[in-house]
């Protein structure tokens, strides 16, 4: 038995599975649903049910509060269909692809993180939108997922950024085996991450660790846009080795309209700038939220906290825009099927 599921306002359609996860359901017919972590922890699959009812799996509260679930939200990452459903959720304009790629350059930029680029069969190209991701296949069916840190370019190129993840399956494999034209298989773009061109509002950009890497993309591209709005960068990491893309960020930041906020957890004895949580140095420095386009990108706990903070200190909620990756997935049970 299936039941019908409608999106809007795409007015796309698939069908979900009694049992099945409606994000599963959606990918498995090239429908590309945002999500992250897929546990029910980020937020990022998250829409509004406007008919039908779904029963969910398991979630964080900070992810989905009680409030929200009774004003009609859900996790699609955990959320099962009970009947037909039509659900409000932006997909972007982006249809979802699956190609190979070609390793064309391995950089090394810290400690734990180095710079891939990906070269694309002659002829093929990811029609992507700055600040989405796509998905490594892995030779086992699993699905690893990166965002994109470069805006579209005329060569083709995708850029990522990887850190390296005690025990994860890819991260270890790309740090102690991946070589020069080495064939990955990707799978996107996905997710709802990207600049909305529409609005004049500054922009609020906060990244934890590698979440620079979708921050990146979106900065590329206001620059290819001659977008000059207020723009505010909060980069958050441990300690100074590990801003590893910051002589870049500090050249953004040469721009009149850039400032650049780095924000050290864990910070060195001769560290002379701010230090704590990144979300709670930008709540010490912004007065009025509702004035800014928030985008944060990062681990889930990050951008939770980051969320949960903002909107109580007064961001409307249309103006958060968030990605969250969640790096234990490589060590996670399922596998997506090909």
Sequence with gaps: MSYKITLQPSE??????????????????????????????????????????????????????????????????????????????????????????????????????????????????????????????????????YSIANAPRDDGMIELHIRNVEGGRFSDFAFHHLEQKTILRIEGPMGAFYLRQDSTRPLLLVAGGTGLAPIKAIIEAAQQAGDKRKTLLYWGVRSKRDLYFEETVKQWAEAEHITYVPVLSEPDADWQGRSGYVHEAVLKDIADFSQYDVYAAGPPIMVSSARNSFLEAGLPEAQIFHDAFEWALDTQAAIKKD
Aim: glycine share 8%; aromatic share 6%.
């Design 12 to 145: 796309k359609t698939f069908a979900a599975e009694v049992g099945e996860f409606i994000v599963d359901a959606a990918h498995r017919q090239g429908i590309p649903l945002p999500y992250s972590c897929r546990d029910g922890t980020c937020g990022t699959c998250k829409g509004k049910v406007l008919s039908g009812e779904v029963k969910h799996d398991h979630y964080s509260s900070q992810a989905l509060s009680d409030d929200e679930r009774k004003d009609g939200r859900a996790l699609f990452c955990q959320a099962q269909a009970c009947s037909d459903l039509v659900l409000e959720l932006d997909l972007g304009n982006s249809a979802v692809q699956r190609l190979p790629s070609r390793v064309d350059q391995i950089d090394n930029l810290a400690h734990d993180v180095m710079r891939l680029f990906l070269k694309l069969p002659t002829g093929k190209k990811l029609n992507y939108i700055a600040g989405q991701y796509i998905d490594i296949i892995m030779s086992d069916g699993r699905h690893r997922t």
